[in-house]
């Protein structure tokens, strides 16, 4: 699973990430591209420009609405089934689809952000569980592209 966290573990806001951090969104980019990317479908319309190049993009959803670029699944279970060849499938949100995919992961790509916003509706769920051991961490100052510290952390299941 990939996403940027802030402290609270907050994700967005209205449907929209709630930081925009240039090394984060290169990050993002760097890791996932060449890969299968797992989305809710809320995700996918929060694309400005539609599925991310470069990725096989699943989106999930129960309904029959197309998602152009993009491949559909009904659940999680059935899209994973259609990777099982694949060496890395990243899941990039929702709040929903995070929470849900948790007990399957084994590597989580976070981006923890040194802030707390004000507002938020949807959270990443908790990694501080014990589950979790920190196996790779990068620290980031602000400076005049980024208004937050953070850290590129990865954690793999214990």
């Known amino acids: 699973m990939i996403a940027a966290v802030a402290e609270n573990r907050a994700i967005g806001n209205g449907n929209k990430l709630i930081y925009w951090l240039p090394d ?5 980019k760097q890791l996932t ?21 470069n990725r096989r993009n699943i ?18 279970e059935t899209a994973l089934a259609a990777c099982a060849t694949e060496d890395i499938v990243y899941i990039i949100g929702g709040e929903k689809l995070y929470s849900y995919a948790m007990p399957f992961a084994e590597i989580l790509y976070l981006t923890e952000i040194k802030d707390t ?3 938020a509706d949807a959270f990443f769920p ?8 920190e196996v790779e961490r990068e620290e980031h100052s602000k400076d005049d592209k980024h208004a937050h510290e953070f850290l590129f952390t990865t954690y793999r299941r214990v």
Do not use: C, Q, Y
């Open 59 to 76: 989106v999930l959803s129960r309904s029959e609405n197309v998602f152009p670029g993009a491949e559909r699944f009904a659940s999680l």
């Open 126 to 133: 908790d990694w501080n569980n014990g589950e979790w051991e």
């Open 33 to 53: 591209t060449g890969h299968t990317i797992i989305m809710g479908s809320n995700t996918f319309r929060s694309l400005p420009k539609g599925a991310l190049p």
């Open 117 to 119: 916003p004000a507002e």
């Open 24 to 28: 984060d969104l290169k990050r993002f």
